[in-house]
């Protein structure tokens, strides 16, 4: 569980998790356990073949059974639901609790399991349950409980007063010192003669690195000319080697992308296609046109078992669409891509050598979205 990266905004859990020390787990640290960190370590321990998963075996009894929970998990916490996922759910946790009954013999239905049947219901009154739940409420109880009141304002009917003032006061310090980091969004920060920071701590790309980002570049201005190939005729485009590196950058409101962990694995879409990649590099740089623009430096991840049906290894493929998880390689190549094209971050978890028949450069990754399956 230490080697599974989680991206900033979910959950931590305890590093003594198991241990009487930590105490129970709060809602937020069951939904990173079950979403995130199971999906991720769990396959290790049951999985020794992705070809061969004997069907009537307890260790797929299990692993299916987990999925089956998990993907009733993901539909809960979608932010976006259709009749679709509620029917989705129904199945889901049918198929749950029959194979639990099978891995646990003396199984005892509680309260919870007969709740959770009225789910689809809800889905469908109601749509997205997050917008129903009642974390605000539980917060606020929270934020009241550790306000400082004596005995005195109780008695002296002083205690409403109290509580606006300390709520006031809040409001005004989150104001002063606002959470969100001030990070430009966007491709186009400013003109050039404006990002004098980016001049002062800009170097000069290899080779390898600009000829790609030549291209990239050339893509929205074809007559952007290589700065080598001289002489250059008059008021020609040369686009130079220089780019200012960054660590951190924001996508949108709730995606941040780093260079270094946690927020360094993403999803992004190209050519209309889902992919996933480690961000080694983050680069402003100055356009022909004299403006700036940012691009990631992506090291691709080559996704080994997506979809398909007719695969010897179809059963274990089918595990990881319920655990909304991904295995692939990271590759040594690697493209440029627009923030814009990044959909958010992912949890991910390196592989041991030869972990499912993966040589070296193996990662499973769970994308930190809140669809309710997979996108394949």
Same mark, same amino acid.
């Given at each position: 569980?230490?080697?599974?990266? *989680?991206?900033?905004?979910?959950?931590?859990?305890?590093?003594?998790?198991?241990?009487?020390?930590?105490?129970?787990?709060?809602?937020?640290?069951? @939904?990173?356990?079950?979403?995130?960190? %199971?999906?991720?370590?769990?396959?290790?321990?049951?999985?020794?073949?992705?070809?061969?998963?004997?069907?009537?075996?307890?260790?797929?009894?299990?692993?299916?059974?987990?999925?089956?929970?998990?993907?009733?998990?993901?539909?809960?916490? $979608?932010?976006?639901?259709? =009749?679709? =996922?509620?029917?989705?759910?129904?199945?889901?946790? #049918?198929?749950?609790?029959?194979?639990?009954?099978?891995?646990?013999?003396?199984?005892? *239905?509680?309260?919870?399991?007969?709740?959770?049947?009225?789910?689809?219901?809800?889905? +469908?009154?109601?749509?997205?349950?997050?917008?129903?739940?009642?974390?605000?409420?539980?917060?606020?109880?929270?934020?009241?409980?550790?306000?400082? !009141?004596?005995?005195?304002?109780?008695?002296?009917?002083?205690?409403?007063?109290?509580?606006?003032?300390?709520?006031?006061?809040?409001?005004?310090?989150?104001?002063?010192?606002?959470?969100?980091? =001030? %990070?430009? !969004?966007?491709?186009?920060?400013?003109?050039?003669?404006?990002?004098?920071?980016?001049?002062?701590?800009?170097?000069?790309?290899?080779?390898?690195?600009?000829?790609?980002?030549?291209?990239?570049?050339?893509?929205?201005?074809?007559? $952007?000319?290589?700065?080598?190939?001289?002489? @250059?005729?008059?008021?020609?485009?040369?686009?130079?080697?220089?780019?200012?590196?960054?660590?951190?950058? #924001?996508?949108?409101?709730?995606?941040?992308?780093?260079?270094?962990?946690?927020?360094?694995?993403?999803?992004?879409?190209? @050519?209309?296609?889902?992919?996933?990649?480690?961000? +080694?590099?983050?680069?402003?740089?100055?356009?022909?046109?004299?403006?700036?623009?940012?691009?990631?430096?992506?090291?691709?991840?080559?996704?080994?078992?997506?979809?398909?049906? =007719?695969?010897?290894?179809?059963?274990?493929?089918?595990?990881?669409? !319920?655990?909304?998880?991904?295995?692939?390689?990271?590759?040594?190549?690697?493209?440029?891509?627009? /923030?814009?094209?990044?959909?958010?971050? $992912?949890?991910?978890?390196?592989? /041991?050598? @030869?972990?499912?028949?993966?040589?070296?450069?193996?990662? %499973?990754?769970?994308?930190?979205?809140?669809?309710?399956?997979?996108? *394949?």
């Amino acid at each position: 569980m230490r080697d599974v990266v *989680i991206p900033t905004g979910i959950t931590r859990l305890p590093l003594n998790l198991g241990e009487t020390k930590h105490g129970k787990l709060k809602a937020a640290q069951w @939904h990173s356990l079950f979403a995130y960190v %199971i999906p991720l370590i769990i396959l290790e321990l049951y999985v020794d073949d992705p070809q061969d998963i004997p069907m009537d075996s307890n260790k797929r009894n299990i692993i299916v059974n987990i999925g089956y929970l998990t993907q009733c998990t993901n539909i809960v916490c $979608a932010k976006s639901v259709s =009749d679709a =996922d509620a029917n989705h759910f129904e199945s889901l946790y #049918k198929k749950y609790t029959l194979s639990s009954k099978k891995i646990f013999h003396n199984l005892i *239905i509680k309260p919870n399991h007969h709740y959770a049947l009225h789910i689809p219901e809800q889905i +469908r009154m109601w749509g997205p349950l997050g917008q129903v739940a009642e974390f605000a409420g539980e917060r606020l109880i929270g934020v009241l409980q550790n306000f400082w !009141l004596t005995y005195g304002i109780y008695v002296s009917g002083e205690m409403d007063r109290t509580m606006m003032r300390r709520f006031c006061q809040l409001q005004r310090l989150m104001a002063d010192h606002p959470i969100v980091e =001030d %990070i430009s !969004l966007g491709d186009d920060p400013g003109p050039l003669n404006s990002r004098s920071q980016e001049k002062k701590n800009r170097i000069e790309l290899d080779d390898e690195e600009y000829e790609a980002l030549l291209s990239y570049v050339q893509i929205k201005s074809p007559d $952007a000319r290589d700065h080598r190939k001289l002489p @250059h005729p008059p008021n020609a485009k040369v686009f130079q080697p220089y780019v200012a590196p960054t660590k951190t950058w #924001k996508v949108s409101d709730r995606v941040s992308v780093s260079v270094l962990k946690p927020n360094n694995c993403i999803e992004f879409k190209q @050519h209309g296609k889902v992919q996933y990649g480690f961000v +080694r590099q983050i680069y402003h740089f100055a356009t022909p046109e004299g403006k700036w623009n940012t691009v990631f430096l992506v090291n691709p991840i080559n996704n080994l078992f997506p979809k398909d049906l =007719d695969s010897t290894s179809k059963d274990f493929r089918y595990i990881l669409f !319920l655990l909304k998880a991904v295995v692939g390689i990271v590759e040594e190549e690697f493209t440029y891509l627009s /923030p814009q094209s990044v959909s958010c971050v $992912a949890a991910y978890r390196l592989l /041991p050598p @030869h972990t499912f028949g993966i040589a070296e450069a193996g990662i %499973i990754l769970r994308p930190s979205d809140y669809n309710s399956q997979l996108s *394949i």
